[in-house]
């Protein structure tokens, strides 16, 4: 038993950079798919086709935040679970060509912890990131050329207005705080930390996501509904 979860644990470690990269790649597409979502279509003049149905502005604008929030991140999590089973599968031969047991009964709890985690981090990005999810949309919609110049340059200009102006820079806190922190709502901390004895994992302190996820403080924290 002890094997079976310090296997388990081997396999989580290897998952979650996986995830990690995935996840910032993700980013970097729904960053650019909400920039070209109406830019695009206003450029080429697609955007008459919806102008001929009977759809609402914002039922189109819903559809591409929608896109960008649920279907990408969903098949970011399905990239992500058929890559993991390809890395395990190849792992798992490996050591079992190489005369030890293999990880085989371990897959299924490790894959389902990390894919859990995954849709959890998710989620809260969709309700944390929503603001800048509005902005880039918002550019999208108005600019006429150079969008990512447009979504860029205006925060800047205010941030640096306010330092020069005021001597303060509580908007370019903001910000700060908007885009690299938050998950400390979404996750306690990490109070356990991984024992390492004679050179393996120490199962019953390595912590899952479980331990980690705060849901509630998420659902209850009013600068997630607010932003």
Do not use: C
Not at 123 to 152: C, E, H, K, N
């Amino acid at each position: 038993e002890m094997e079976h979860a310090d296997m388990g644990v081997g396999l989580r470690l290897m998952l979650l950079p996986i995830a990690a990269i995935l996840n910032i790649v993700m980013t970097f597409v729904i960053i650019f798919y909400y920039l070209d979502a109406l830019y695009a279509e206003r450029k080429d003049r697609s955007i008459l086709f919806w102008k001929s149905l009977p759809v609402s502005d914002l039922q189109v604008v819903g559809s591409k935040y929608l896109t960008g929030i649920v279907a990408i991140p969903l098949i970011t999590v399905a990239v992500f679970i058929v890559t993991a089973l390809l890395v395990m599968l190849v792992g798992g031969i490996t050591i079992s060509m190489a005369g030890a047991a293999g990880p085989w009964s371990a897959i299924p709890g490790a894959l389902a912890q990390v894919t859990g985690a995954f849709l959890y981090t998710l989620a809260f990005q969709a309700l944390w990131y929503a603001p800048f999810d509005g902005w880039l949309l918002l550019v999208s919609a108005y600019a006429r050329r150079a969008v990512l110049g447009w979504a860029v340059l205006p925060p800047v200009l205010v941030a640096v207005a306010e330092r020069t102006l005021l001597g303060t820079t509580r908007f370019l806190e903001l910000l700060r705080y908007r885009i690299t922190g938050g998950f400390e709502l979404a996750f306690s901390g990490g109070q356990q930390q991984v024992l390492i004895d004679g050179g393996r994992f120490s199962y019953s302190a390595f912590p899952t996501i479980g331990d980690l996820a705060t849901p509630l403080r998420v659902l209850t924290a009013p600068s997630v509904w607010v932003g």
